[in-house]
């Protein structure tokens, strides 16, 4: 099992829409794939097609008792599920006040899914800071984080760094950090010299960029993927893309025993 973290600094960057895209990717070229979200919104059950109304999920289950197995649900294009699940606000405090207190919460569960070695898992956290960040970091072999081509993007940057070196850096198996440029918009200046900056800065750890397009809103009203929504569209291609740049950074990479 390889674990991915996908993580952002700052809010508003299109994590959970490139978590999906990710995931939908990799299942189409033949992964298995589990995207599971550690995000209180619950939102990334809407980007791969799963009824809204289902209240499962990791919070969920944790919380009953009950294995996770029971909060995961196949997609219909192949991607396997685990939302966050839906909590009263009493329930959420709860919930994080026991991840404050057990912060191998995530890994050991992960673990007893009994996922093959050739699974992958993408985990879509909540921007910045918190107690799901630490959660996934400390069980992450890769972290893959999502900027923008702006300038406040760029300069969120060192926030996520410093998060990655204190809670994922220190520990055995840790492969290290890449990121992903979203949005890119050639037509504007500003987009096109960040992007600029940010491929000079961070060289073979930028794993591509995603550029905008209209296909990506419109996948998100008909609770679809890009990927699945349309395929033939610019940020398919580029979801592709950086899809396989993924995989092929996760396979070059030996396993570490759990």
Known sequence: MRIVAVASAKGGVGKTTVTASLAAALARAGRMVLAADLDPQN???LHLGLDPREAGGSARATLEGVPWLSGCTAGPRGVVVLPYGQLTEDEREIFEQRLETDPQWLARHLQQLGLPDEALVLLDTPPGPSVYMRQALA???LVLIITLPD???YAALPLMDNLVRRYAGPRPGF???FYLINQLDSTRQL???VAQVLRQRLGDRLLGGIHRDQAVCEALACDQSVIDYAHDSLASHDFVAAA???ARQLDAMPQVPA
């Open 244 to 246: 396989a740049a993924l």
């Open 43 to 45: 939102a990334l059950r």
């Open 191 to 193: 987009s096109a010299d």
């Open 175 to 177: 492969r290290g950090q």
């Open 139 to 141: 069980a992450a072999e």
């Open 151 to 153: 300038a406040a993007s």
